[in-house]
Structures are given as C-alpha cells and as structure tokens.
C-alpha cells in the first residue's frame, strides 16, 4: 500500500529557464496535466500545471488587448515565472491511504514524490494513479458478478458471509464495506468470480441477511398504494 | 412460410457440468421438447452436429488455447480457466461439435437450401476469449461462425446481435478492432452482473470505433426498456451498417422467471424482440439470420420459450 508501487516513475519533468509555450506542448503530447520542474541534479524546484499555463495566456473574451504586444509578452514568459514553488511533496513511503486525505484535504490534482533527504524526484502520483489502484482494489477487472449485503452494525457478521461464500468455493474478487447506510446498518458488497450468484443469494437469506435489492430504485418509481 | 434449418444433437448433452451447475443437459432437453410438442419438426431442415474443421477455430482462439483446453480435458480436469467453467473429458470434443454443427447449418443458409437457423448446441461461447474459457463458454461458436462466414463466403458485413442476458466479453473483443463484424449486445448493467463489460461507452478501438454498441439494461428492466432500447440503439445502427448476414446470440436467461439476473423480460418480450429482428433481416440482410443458443437457465420456461423462436422463424 505505499505510494511507490503506484506511482508514476517515468515522469515527464521540464526545465526552469523553458517556454510556457513548450510547456504545453509537452503536456498535450504525453496527456499529462502536471510537470513537475527540476534542475540538473534532477532535484525538485517547483511544479507548473496546464492551470498555471492557462492562466498566464490572455482571456478569448478580450478584445482590447494588442496582440503582436501580447505574444512578444509570452514568448518571453519561463517556466519559472508561473510555476508553484512552494508545493506539498510526499516521500516514496507515503501510502496510498496518506495520499488520498491530503489530496482531499489539500485539493490538489497531484503530489511529487521527492526523496526526503537529498530532495530529488522520485515519482509523482496524481488523482489518475489513485484510481487506477482502486480499479484494482474493486477487482472489476475480473469477470464477476456483485452481490450487496445489509447487515447489523454489530460483531461477526463479515465472517459469517465470508464463510458462507468461501463453504460454496466461490473466488473473491473484492469485499467492500460501505460504513454508512441506513441507520446502525452497513452494507458489505463482494464482487463473486462467478456467474451464478442466485444460490449464494438465497444461502445467505436463509443466514438471515437482507440482500440490497437493485430492483429497488424501479420499484420506487410506482405510486405507493397507500398515497 | 420459410426455410428453417434447426441444429440439435443428443452428442450436446454429453458436455457434463456436474451437479447444481446450471449450464446442464436438460437445457437442450427443454428446448428440443417445446419444438417437438409443436409439431414443428417435420417442417424443420434437421441438422446433425459435426466436428468442426480446426482452422475455424484457430481463427479466433490461440493455437495455445486450443491445445490447453484439449489437454485439460484428456487429462481428467473437471475445472478449466474459472471454477464456473466445469466439464468432462468429452467437453473439448463436445464444443468442437457445437461449432462444426453451426458452421454446416450457416452453410445450408448461404447455398439459399434454408433461410435461417436455430442451432440448441452446448457449450455457448459468447464469453470465451481468445486465451480464456469464461463463463460456461469454451469456444466461441458466434465468431468462428463470422470468420467463416466471411473467409470462406466472401461476406463483407456481419451483425452480431447478442441478446443473451449477460454481455458477450468474449465477441466483442474478438471484433472490438474490426470494422467489418458489428457487435451489438444487450444485457443486464455490468455492475450488477457477470462478467462486468460491456458499459454503454465501449464502443470499439481503433479502426472498429463505431461497429461495437452495448445497451446495458438495470436490474428491474424488462419489456417496455428492451423495446425502446432496441428502437433507439440496435435498428438505426443495423439499417446503417446493413449487415450481409445477422447472427443472433441468443439467451433466454433475461426472462423474469430465470435466477440468472434481475431483468423481467415476458415470454411475449421475448418474441417481439424475435420479430423484430427478422422484420430488420428481411430488409438488410435477404432474410439470412442465424440464431446460435447462449444461455437460458430456466427449465420450465425454455420449452416455450424455445418454441416461440423457432415459430418466429418459420415465419408461420
């Protein structure tokens, strides 16, 4: 679960001193939103995003700008000169956990991955590469099929589902737990490595487990008899 | 009234999946029995099933598989790729014969000897890939059917139609690259059920963009959604494409009463879905369909079922 194994190691860098024009080049030719700016030590000075490249360029909606001036203005514009400096790095130990609360807490695209100690780039992780691993964790990349299970806020409950599937030799490609649900409730979704799930379904409401019924949404759209 | 070519073969039923698994024999049992109920055998062009020529096969799985899948039956194995996929040493046999029977009854339909087909064979095989077994499915009969057809035919355009209640992963890899084979698949939403392909914006790669088109249907759906599903999505497109010939994947595993998904189609759903198809055959493809059995899990329901199509067929 550390961020290193998720990351992107091969990371497209750009240097201070180049053009805002040749930063976005390189950015709509590797399809990347973030360039992470280092000097020749490959140490990390800054960051500059397809933002800051935006920001920096006149606006479509005005008019009275004069344009030869406007151009001659970003010609000479650098890297350096729109790039963020003081960033919000993570070292290569982070994990993936880490990662996903400072980018909610910090509302950031993408984080470098620096070495804490000399300081050079290692890596960078962006909003992409997190949920590339929860593609994995979901474990949809895999034929099967996703039974929702509601149970009691209480003690034992996942090892009785556990069992219940394992006892039937059916695979697991993912258990997830949804914390909240209705009230004291929460609800357990396994993704089964399998087609047949209607035995499974019935075993386990015979344990006494409700299972979340997906029909439910189109059953709501009718008028309730007692309105 | 037309030609209609009808496939079916006790050799089918000695692919053994053993106890509880529902891809079981008496699925061909059921749906045999509703045709001879009807009376309508004697109508019928009766087919045999026959080994299939290899080349066929190699057209659309890996020689490596092949021989996997031949070895692992010699071999005793009762589980192959997917602890789904259960079977016997004659299951490698057995699905050689499925496509050997559908290949010679698409052969009847192009000689202009039957107009169209239904062919109850086991194993299916929409879900198999080119190096996996999935899903009950070892070879997949539908695409080697569209390569023969195509290779040995000349035909420039095929419409697959899948209509089985889960998504045809197998197919629609196969072509997802080929602009010349469209693939279009209606199924129960892949987040509710196997194999969790088949999302409304896989519309092919590369040269095949625009010739793969998937109608993902939410658990609870059934006949009004399937119709206007159909309307909107699989006609426009197929009057477009105008495929030469049309195979129809079929599965009646998206009836109400068939546990293997939460869609509700009726039995008369199912038969308008039927009669639209051949209406769209008629039009763009002189008549030529070929329908190839899928899935369909619900023994009581299947004889009729099963019937109905074969009725629609024969256009009596």
């Known amino acids: 679960m550390f961020i290193n194994k998720s990351m992107c190691k091969n990371v497209v860098t750009i240097d201070k001193e180049a053009g805002i024009f040749r930063a976005r080049e390189m950015m709509m030719e590797h399809r990347v939103r973030h360039l992470p700016v280092v000097d020749a030590d490959n140490k990390l000075i800054g960051m500059v995003t397809d933002r800051d490249v935006r920001s920096a360029m006149p606006s479509l909606f005005i008019e009275t700008c004069d344009i030869g001036e406007e151009k001659e203005r970003l010609e000479k514009l650098r890297v350096e000169d729109i790039m963020t400096r003081n960033l919000i790095t993570i070292s290569p130990t982070y994990t993936l956990q880490d990662a996903l609360l400072l980018m909610q807490k910090h509302r950031v695209g993408a984080f470098p991955v620096v070495d804490e100690e000399s300081n050079k780039l290692k890596g960078i992780i962006s909003v992409r590469d997190l949920m590339r691993s929860f593609i994995n964790v979901l474990g949809i990349r895999e034929p099967g099929t996703l039974i929702g299970v509601l149970v009691e806020n209480k003690q034992g409950q996942m090892k009785k589902i556990i069992d219940a599937i394992t006892e039937e030799k059916i695979s697991f490609g993912s258990v997830l737990v949804s914390r909240y649900w209705d009230e004291g409730k929460r609800a357990v979704f396994t993704y089964l490595l399998t087609n047949t799930v209607a035995p499974m379904k019935r075993k386990l409401e015979k344990l006494g487990f409700e299972i979340l019924d997906p029909m439910e949404w189109y059953l709501d759209q009718f008028p309730k008899k007692d309105e | ?316």
């Open chain 2, 1 to 316: 009234m037309k030609k209609t070519g009808f496939l079916h073969d006790d050799k089918y039923l000695l692919h053994e999946t053993g106890p509880y698994h529902p891809e079981c024999p008496e699925r061909l049992k059921a749906v045999y029995k509703g045709i001879k109920d009807a009376d309508f055998l004697s109508k019928l062009t009766l087919m045999e099933a026959s080994p299939a020529d290899q080349k066929w096969i190699e057209r659309i799985h890996s020689i490596k598989y092949i021989l996997r899948f031949e070895e692992a039956c010699l071999y005793g194995m009762t589980e192959f790729d997917y602890p789904d996929n259960q079977m016997c040493n004659e299951s490698y046999d057995i699905a050689m014969l499925s496509v050997g029977g559908i290949l010679d009854t698409v052969k009847l339909i192009m000689e202009g000897k039957i107009d169209n087909a239904f062919c109850s064979v086991r194993p299916p095989g929409h879900h198999a890939e080119m190096n996996k077994a999935m899903g009950f499915c070892y070879f997949n009969n539908v695409a080697a059917t569209a390569r023969y057809l195509q290779e040995e035919w000349g035909i420039k355009r095929v419409g697959i139609i899948d209509f089985d209640v889960h998504h045809g992963n197998g197919t629609q890899h196969l072509f997802e690259h080929d602009p010349t084979v469209f693939y279009y698949s209606i199924h129960e939403h892949p987040s509710f059920s196997f194999p969790g392909t088949g999302r409304e914006f896989e519309k092919g790669v590369g040269d095949g963009e625009g010739f793969t088109l998937n109608s993902p249907m939410l658990p609870g759906q059934g006949d009004r959604e399937y119709k206007k599903a159909l309307e909107s999505d699989l006609f426009p497109a197929f009057y477009e494409f105008k495929p030469e010939v049309i195979i129809a994947s079929t599965g009646f595993d998206a009836h109400i009463d068939d546990d293997m998904s939460g869609i509700a189609l009726s039995t008369e759903g199912y038969s308008w879905i039927m009669k639209r198809i051949i209406e769209m055959a008629d039009k763009c493809s002189d008549g030529k369909l070929l329908s190839v059995l899928e899935g369909g899990y619900c023994l009581p329901r299947l004889p009729e079922l099963a019937k109905n199509h074969v009725e629609i067929l024969m256009d009596k």
